[in-house]
């Protein structure tokens, strides 16, 4: 049997310092976000029936449950996260008393929900947090991510943020991704731009405009 925890990505541990020094500066809202999985929830390689589905590398195809015609490729991942479990709580390193609100996805089973605001089917989509109405309850403009990993869970909330009319930010030192090379960090990068979504730096004009707040 596998074993839950968080899922691993290399390096991952080392943004926190950044996340923290992030979380003292005065945005209006700051939010953490987390898987919170079923243990039969469809992102996992053990839940597939499959031969030789092996996390990391296997693909699998899923349908949106109200949408048959909808279908999906999707990566397989070790368990991980799943509720109630330690592996879904954020990192005790985390400053979680700077945190406004914290929201969990990835609950529905039926569904992989990379992005913190909805899950990767469209017509219709199938599982929403709520992020997106806390953000336009407290007159967000502005939306600047950091967390893991740059290559999945950032970039389609990112693109997501962007989608819904949020100037959009994603902050270099504050994230890593998946595969690091070319086709993880460099293809992440690249569509992000292509839907207007800088990378920035801790130490960019968009960070310290944010200071000049205080």
Same mark, same amino acid.
């Given at each position: 049997m596998a074993q839950n925890g968080s899922l691993a990505v290399e390096g991952g541990r080392d943004i926190i310092p950044i996340v923290n020094e992030l979380l003292t500066l005065p945005f209006k809202l700051k939010i953490a976000t987390k898987d919170f999985h079923p243990p039969d929830h469809i992102s996992f390689a053990s839940n597939h029936e499959a031969p030789n589905n092996q996390p990391f590398t296997s693909l699998a195809k899923i349908t949106n449950p109200y949408n048959p015609s909808e279908v999906r490729e999707t990566r397989l991942w070790p368990i991980h996260c799943v509720q109630e479990t330690q592996g879904a709580e954020l990192l005790p390193e985390l400053h979680v008393d700077q945190v406004d609100h914290i929201v969990e996805k990835g609950r529905d089973k039926r569904v992989e929900m990379y992005s913190a605001f909805t899950d990767i089917f469209e017509n219709p989509s199938v599982s929403s947090s709520g992020l997106g109405e806390i953000l336009k309850e407290s007159s967000i403009t502005h939306v600047y991510l950091v967390g893991l990993a740059m290559d999945y869970c950032v970039k389609w909330s990112a693109i997501d943020a962007r989608k819904?009319?949020?100037?959009?930010?994603?902050? /270099?030192?504050?994230? /890593?991704?998946?595969?690091?090379?070319?086709?993880?960090?460099?293809?992440?990068?690249?569509?992000?731009?292509?839907?207007?979504?800088?990378?920035?730096?801790?130490?960019?004009?968009?960070?310290?405009?944010?200071?000049?707040? /205080?």
């Open positions: 819904i009319g949020f100037v959009t930010f994603v902050v /270099r030192e504050g994230t /890593r991704a998946v595969d690091p090379g070319d086709d993880g960090w460099g293809a992440a990068q690249a569509e992000l731009e292509n839907f207007g979504v800088p990378i920035i730096g801790v130490a960019s004009p968009e960070v310290n405009w944010v200071k000049a707040q /205080r």
